[in-house]
């Protein structure tokens, strides 16, 4: 169990040694850029949201 662990471990350190991080621009653009694209997201479901219940107080209720 524990030489299984171990192999692991090792393989494991191994694989990370070939990952290409991305620099820090690059993660910085990739936050904000998914940020933005949250943002828009919420406010588009926001308003559908909104129009929703819109609708069905003003026709409906």
Known sequence: MLERLTTFLKETRLELKK??????????????TVVAVSLVIAVFLGGLDYLFQFILNTFIL
């Open 19 to 32: 990952v290409t991080w991305p620099n820090r621009e690059d993660t910085i653009r990739y936050t904000v």
